[in-house]
């Protein structure tokens, strides 16, 4: 859509009648799941159930959004502006109206609305961990035609205080390097805070992923 652009990264978000919403029924349960650890990880040649649980126990880190956008006026269709999450694991319950894409090989993709579905994002913290196995997912938001979009976003975290480096499973036990460096995640996550709050000025000296990552 030639209309989104970052410098009009507006994030179109209402939480005033967010205590009047009512969740779903699909959230609510996924929510209580979540808080007991209870995630299953994709497994190919990967990680082993549970293993996010038996990472990090604590889940005091761990938030949910709810977010409204707005329909699309004449001059603005931005959502959320891309970008990826810095978390572990972003679970996205979303209504019919649609909006929210996804970037494959350099190309937009609609991330269409399916009846009692969550969309799973995975996140920077399992990009590092897994040396690049899994791509944390580069997503965004346009706003539609006509009508609002609600969506409800539970981003299930680490302890800030937790370290986030590749995982052995992923470097020395299979012959790789490691490609990034290790890092405590409340100093990645005070990075991308400030990213928000001090924008800077060249759209290439905001922190992704990347400021961690080891170049050869
Ligand atoms: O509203 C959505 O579908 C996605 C929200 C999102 O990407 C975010 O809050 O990080
Ligand atoms: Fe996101």
Redesign the pocket.
């Known amino acids: 859509m030639s209309m989104i652009s970052s410098s009009q990264a507006v994030?179109v978000v209402s939480i005033q009648n967010a205590a009047t919403w009512a969740l779903p029924l699909t959230v609510t349960k996924f929510l209580a799941s979540c808080a007991a650890g209870d995630i299953i990880f994709p497994t190919p040649n990967g990680l082993p159930p549970n293993f996010l649980k038996e990472y990090n126990h604590d889940r005091s880190w761990d938030f949910m959004?709810a977010?409204l956008?707005f329909p699309v006026t004449e001059t603005e269709n931005n959502?959320?502006t891309e970008?990826e999450?810095g978390n572990c694991v972003?679970f996205?319950f979303?209504d019919q109206v649609g909006?929210?894409q996804v970037r494959k090989n350099g190309e937009w993709n609609p991330?269409t609305p399916a009846q009692d579905t969550l969309?799973v994002?995975l996140g920077d913290v399992i990009q590092v961990l897994s040396n690049n196995k899994f791509k944390s997912a580069t997503?965004?938001?346009v706003r539609q035609q006509g009508k609002s979009?609600y969506?409800y976003?539970f981003?299930y975290n680490l302890h800030g205080d937790k370290r986030v480096e590749p995982l052995s499973k992923f470097t020395e036990e299979i012959g790789e390097e490691p490609k990034y460096r290790g890092f405590l995640y409340k100093d990645y996550q005070a990075m991308r805070m400030r990213n928000k709050t001090h924008p800077p000025a060249k759209p290439e000296d905001v922190i992704h992923i990347t400021h961690y990552a080891i170049t050869s």
């Open positions: 994030p959004a977010l956008y959502g959320i970008h999450d972003t996205v979303q909006g929210l991330v969309v994002n997503h965004r938001v979009r969506s976003a981003f």
